[in-house]
């Protein structure tokens, strides 16, 4: 996103011979206020330059008031968070004439006031903009092992028919307050043998490329 | 129970979950947010560490990219311990990381455990002019040729238009040669910090060039950065 240099030659060297997908990691399009307009401006200049066959972001947050904490942070899921997500997301799709695959997140916390599943959540918001799913099945993994419920059953609810690129990734372990084992998204490793199961399961079910629907 | 609902509500209604996640991020000694848990309601200190951990890390990392001579110099443990008081105190502004580290100079003034070594705030700006060099707008440079088309009697009166990666860092130390014996891996020899240097980073294709200005260099460039006549150079063209 600098205005030239080395990164934007090799990117360009890179997308005359290759597709690109455009994986953008700091929209906040989870946070609260309003997304940054410079940044979304940035953000339709690389699309409209190198033209990527597909454009993702995170169900996370990152920029809180004036400061930018570097990270994908959660958010509750709730009525209220799912209307304004939506909005972002709009707001983003709008901006750049195209639909984005929206990932999955890799969480180490649950919020009291959340009352709604992170699939559901994620359901809705694919039929309330359009958007298709980026599935980071590490990221799935990450999240069970951390919470307790079943990734199968995670997959199951996913509606998977809205994914259009998946993500594999390696992740490191410690632990939590008890003591209970408590999965890192590092990406500092290989992909766990266990993450390749469900990625094999993932690719066994009815799941093919999608054609994401154009914007007008 | 009823209190718990209200208090929920009153947190979604306020975006109070960014707020209350937020605070305690940057600032160990403050407690968790309360409406953070683990499943059935499990605590969740070490959980929402690890978000602490990531953000303070990541900053401090940033740094590190951005500032390897400055790290080599100080060794990587007091680089870090410092670059985690700045992140702390100045965290970034923008999601862009390579904007990061402006401020990082004038923090390294005040360090108090780097008094010993007054220049190394130089070494940290002519760093951050480099990348800023490394990310700046594509120009052509000027030809050579271009300036000897100008006419003698006209030279002084030309404009030269600063290339848009070109900077300009002035020490009353040796900042240059300490930049360049410590950016890379080569062992460094005894040097003396005391001559005044300046430096022009810039960028004339992909690779990034810092050059030690000769006296009055400084001044010649600062002027054409201005747009101001050059009294001695010509034609129109990057710097």
């Known amino acids: ?216 | 129970m009823q209190s718990a609902d209200s208090k929920i509500g009153r947190l979604d209604k306020q975006s109070g979950y960014a707020d209350g996640f937020a605070s305690a991020l940057l600032d160990p000694k403050r407690a968790p947010p309360a409406f953070v848990e683990g499943p059935r309601g499990k605590a969740a200190s070490k959980r929402y560490a690890v978000y602490r951990n990531n953000v303070t890390v990541s900053l401090i990392d940033a740094l590190a990219a951005t500032f390897p001579a400055t790290m080599r110099i100080t060794g990587e443990d007091f680089f870090r311990a410092m670059a985690r008081d700045h992140v702390r105190t100045t965290p970034p502004a923008s999601p862009l990381l390579f904007e990061y580290g402006r401020d990082f100079a004038d923090f390294v003034d005040c360090y108090e455990h780097a008094r010993s070594m007054p220049w190394l705030a130089d070494v940290v700006r002519l760093e951050r002019a480099w990348l800023d060099a490394y990310h700046a707008a594509d120009a052509e440079p000027l030809a050579p040729e271009a300036l000897a088309s100008v006419p003698p009697d006209q030279l002084a009166n030309a404009i030269l238009t600063p290339h848009p990666a070109t900077r300009i860092v002035r020490s009353r130390y040796s900042v240059v040669t300490i930049f360049a014996a410590n950016r890379g891996d080569s062992p460094v020899n005894q040097i003396d910090a005391s001559a005044p240097e300046d430096a022009l980073v810039t960028r004339p294709d992909l690779d990034v060039m810092v050059r030690r200005l000769p006296p009055g260099g400084a001044a010649f460039v600062s002027q054409a950065q201005r747009g101001g006549t050059s009294g001695c150079g010509g034609g129109r063209g990057g710097l």
């Open chain 1, 1 to 216: 996103m600098g205005a030239g240099g080395a990164p934007h030659h090799a990117l360009t060297r890179i997308r005359r011979d290759y597709p690109v997908s455009l994986h953008g990691v700091c929209m906040s399009i989870g946070g609260p206020q309003p997304l940054d307009k410079m940044h979304l401006d940035r953000f339709k200049a690389l699309v409209d330059r190198y033209e990527p066959a597909l454009v993702s972001e995170h169900l996370a947050w990152s920029t809180h008031e004036t400061t930018y904490f570097n990270d994908l942070l959660p958010l509750p899921y709730t009525p209220a968070t799912l209307a304004r997500v939506a909005d972002h997301i709009d707001e983003v799709q709008e901006a750049i004439g195209r639909p984005i695959l929206l990932e999955n997140p890799s969480t180490y916390v649950l919020f009291a006031q959340s009352s709604i599943s992170e699939t559901e959540f994620l359901d809705e918001l694919v039929r309330r903009t359009g958007c298709g799913l980026l599935l980071d099945v590490n990221n799935v993994f990450v999240s069970a092992t951390n919470h307790g419920f079943s990734a199968l059953d995670y997959l199951a609810d996913f509606p998977l028919e809205h994914v259009g690129e998946i993500h594999l990734a390696g992740h490191a372990e410690q632990t939590d307050d008890e003591g209970d084992l408590l999965l890192i998204d590092s990406h500092d490793g290989p992909v766990a043998d266990a993450v390749w199961k469900l990625y094999d399961i993932v690719i066994g079910r009815a799941w093919r490329y999608p054609n994401p629907r154009r914007m007008g």
